[in-house]
């Protein structure tokens, strides 16, 4: 979920390779979420980038945020 209205593009890199993916960002309701298909992507170090429309940076999280699938189920504490 995006809580900043500020941000206008969350960008992802994957820090082994250096590969660049944008997410798309969905309105619903009084929410904005985004996403990335992770297709491309091999490892799980990344670091997601959040910009403003005129392409400055507002929020920066770096680290190992391995990609989750339905199929893997609820994870522990969440059941």
Do not use: C
Not at 20 to 40: C, H, P, Q, S, T
């Amino acid at each position: 979920m995006i809580g900043n209205p500020d941000i206008h593009k969350v960008k992802i890199i994957e820090k082994k390779r250096n590969i660049e993916g944008e997410a798309k960002i969905i309105n619903i309701d009084d929410m904005r979420l985004w996403f990335v298909y992770m297709k491309k992507f091999q490892s799980s170090d990344f670091s997601i980038i959040g910009t403003s429309a005129d392409g400055k940076e507002l929020t920066k999280i770096n680290g190992n945020i391995s990609p989750y699938y339905a199929e893997q189920g609820p994870f522990k504490g969440y059941e």
